[in-house]
């Protein structure tokens, strides 16, 4: 079957390799779409631990094509989605219902052959069942939108809340319509491109700012803001040090903030830490999807978040490769890699 293979640091291709088999408590699952993420950039740059040769691709879901012996609760044919993360489900963390933080935590498309492929092998206890109507090009969703419910049940955000979300990428407009969905009543996206600037609007953004034309700190949080004084919680879902050091500026007094954006690791950025104290700030790290994936999956299968806006456009294997290793186009929100 043909793979997408990171085979070392900025070195990628698509290559013919052996179609994996099912072990005994595995689906073997023919991929019908994975989405391209910022990870995938972050691991081809080398900015993210992982271990080449690998299959990236950790946003897939796909048709179930072969079941192992020990599998129950799905059959040939089933569509499902999968969770990427492996918890190892012995260690002080993952005994303690903390999995996203498992010491031997493995990856499906980064420590292990993932979703940019014609086929992938997904041990059952990863595996959620969608709908056997659902858009096939729907379920890759469930991985981004599992980590965008994690930062929102860290956020605690009440019916009435304020929110600001700082990025427009995919994670960003996901946590609009979770917060939306979460009761907040006013949402406040901030991204420097106009074209998602619009599409936050459509997705539930009471109001968008662009913040390379303004003082963000001032238009959202100055005496003549949208919100004197600033927002209950900020979102920071773009990963660089600029909307890093805003988002602390921008939560209020007694305020959450919340890291959901990846950054490359080794990234620095700059806080007062007085503010911290003065102000009471929360500043908490959302990392991965933990016990959210049944969630997102549930969620996608409603049609309470919309996702077709949110899909740029859609490539082949062949062209997998190039996407992966040049920064996205302007405006681009989702790419899904559908193998035909
Ligand atoms: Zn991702
Ligand atoms: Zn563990």
Known sequence: MRAVRLEGVGSIALREVGKPSAGPDDLLVRIEACGVCGTDRHLFHGEFPCTPPVTLGHEFSGIVEAI????????VGDRVTGDPNIACGRCPHCHAGRINLCYNLIAI????????????????KQAFLLPKDLKPTHGAFCEPLGCCL??????????????????G??????????????GATTIILSTRQASRRALAE???????????ACDIIDTVGGPSGLLPGGVDVVFECAGVRETVEQSMRLAKAGGTVVIVGVMPQGMKAEFEPFDLLFRELKVLGSFLNPFT???AADLI???????????SRQVTLEEAAAVIANPPAPGEVKVLVVPR
């Open 68 to 75: 192992g012996t020990a599998v129950s609760g799905f059959s």
């Open 109 to 124: 498309g980064i420590r292990r052959d993932g979703g940019f492929a014609e086929y992938v092998v997904l041990p059952q």
């Open 150 to 167: 994690h930062g929102m049940d860290l956020a605690r955000i009440k019916p009435g809340s304020s929110v600001a979300v700082l990025g």
């Open 169 to 182: 990428g995919v994670i960003g407009l996901l946590t609009v319509q979770l917060a939306r969905l979460a």
């Open 202 to 212: 459509e997705l539930g953004a009471t109001a968008t700012v662009d913040p390379s």
């Open 293 to 295: 994936h049944r969630r």
């Open 301 to 311: 299968a409603s049609g309470a978040i919309e996702i077709d806006k949110l899909i």
